[in-house]
């Protein structure tokens, strides 16, 4: 599935150049976004 999307390393990181504020929002939004769907089909959050 990965390499569907062009992505051959499993592991995704972004970095953010935002006000402190929309980071905070963002890091609420991820994980209900991780959380959501099945738990075996889940990615694996390293850390937020």
Do not use: C, F, N, T
């Amino acid at each position: 599935m990965l390499l569907d999307l062009g992505l051959d390393d499993p592991e995704i990181e972004a970095v953010l150049d935002a006000p402190a504020e929309a980071i905070a929002r963002v890091r609420e939004i991820l994980v209900k976004v991780l959380a959501y769907g099945r738990a075996d089909a889940r990615p694996l959050r390293v850390s937020v």
